[in-house]
C-alpha cells in the first residue's frame, strides 16, 4: 500500500502552548495541501523541551485525551484526514510523562509513555512500561521517543509486535542518530520517521535533520539542519512486512532467541 508520511520539523515555544498550537495547526494545513496520510511532529510538541523545573513542567501540561492540543489534532485530523502523531507533555493525576498520542480521522487512537528518559527528564517526568503498536487504516503504527533509539530493543520490541511504520517525534542534542537510523531501519527491516525539532533551549541545541528512512536503511528525505519545515514521502507499507535480507534469510525466522539469554 502506497502512502504519503512526513515530519513537521518546527521549533516550539517553551511554556507557551496557545502559540505552538498554532504551530501545530500550520503544519497540518501544510500536510493537507501536500496530500498527506500520516504527519509526525517532535516530542513535546505542545510545551517545549527543556523545562527549569517540574512545577515549570506541569504548568505546561495536559490531560490525554481532554487537553486542548489533543482536542486540536482530533478536529485537524478530522478535517484533513490525515493520521498525526504528536509529542505531548502529559499530566496524569500527579504525574508527568513525556508521552506522544496517534490521533486519526475517527478520533484519539492511543499513547505511548516515553520508557528511556534522557538527562534531566529524569527530575520531572515519570517513566512508560510500554511499547505499543496501533492497527490503523494506512500501516500499523509503532512508536518510539526521542532517546528511545539508543536503544535497540525498542524498535526490535515495536518490530517484533508488527510495526510497519515507526514514528519517532524527538528532541535530539546527540550527534548519533541521524549517521545510525539507517542500520536500525535496516536490522529491522522498517520505515522510520523522525520528526526532530530545531532551535536553541538554554544550554541545549537541537539538532534539526528530520529524516525518513525506509526498510533497506536508505535515506529517502531528510530536512535542514536549522529551519522549521516539513519533508516527505511516499512509501510503500509492504515493503515492512517482507523480512528476508537474502532469499536463505529472514532476520525474524533466523532470530535464535535462547542464545540471547543470559545465564
Ligand atoms: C531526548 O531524548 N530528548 C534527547
Redesign the pocket.
Known amino acids: 500500500m502506497n502512502i504519503r508520511v512526513g515530519a513537521a520539523q518546527i521549533r516550539p515555544i517553551l511554556g507557551d502552548l496557545d502559540r505552538n498550537r498554532e504551530i501545530i495547526r500550520k503544519f497540518a494545513e501544510l500536510g493537507y495541501k501536500n496530500e498527506l496520510d500520516l504527519l509526525v511532529f517532535p ?1 513535546l510538541a505542545n510545551s517545549g ?1 527543556n523545562f527549569k523545573s517540574r512545577e515549570d513542567a506541569w504548568r505546561a501540561s495536559e490531560t490525554i485525551p481532554e487537553g486542548r492540543t489533543i482536542k486540536l489534532l482530533e478536529k485537524l485530523s478530522q478535517e484533513y484526514s490525515i493520521y498525526v502523531v504528536s509529542g505531548i507533555n502529559e499530566r496524569h493525576e500527579d504525574k508527568l510523562y513525556n508521552s506522544a498520542v496517534l490521533v486519526g480521522p475517527n478520533g484519539f487512537i492511543g499513547t505511548y509513555r516515553k520508557v528511556h528518559l ?1 538527562m534531566n ?1 529524569k527530575d520531572i517526568f515519570e517513566r512508560g512500561r510500554e511499547f505499543f503498536v496501533f492497527e490503523t487504516k494506512i500501516a500499523r503504527i509503532g512508536i518510539m ?3 528511545d533509539w539508543i536503544f535497540p530493543e525498542a524498535t526490535r520490541t515495536l518490530v517484533l509486535k508488527g510495526a510497519e511504520i515507526i514514528c519517532h517525534p ?5 550527534p548519533y542518530w541521524q549517521k545510525l537510523c539507517g542500520l536500525r531501519a535496516l536490522e529491522n527491516r522498517v520505515y522510520i520517521v523522525t520528526a526532530n525539532r530545531v532551535g536553541i533551549e538554554g544550554n541545549l541545541n537541537f539538532t534539526g535533520r528530520s529524516i525518513i528512512v525506509d526498510p533497506k536503511g536508505e535515506i529517502i528525505t531528510e530536512a535542514s539542519r536549522t529551519h522549521e519545515e516539513l519533508i516527505y514521502a511516499d512509501i510503500d507499507v509492504t515493503l515492512s512486512r517482507d523480512k528476508n535480507i537474502t532469499p536463505r534469510n529472514n532476520i525474524f525466522e533466523d532470530r535464535l532467541p535462547e542464545a540471547y539469554v543470559l545465564f
Open positions: 516530542e523541551y534522557f527528564e521517543i526521542c532517546f524527538a528532541n535530539l542534542v546527540l
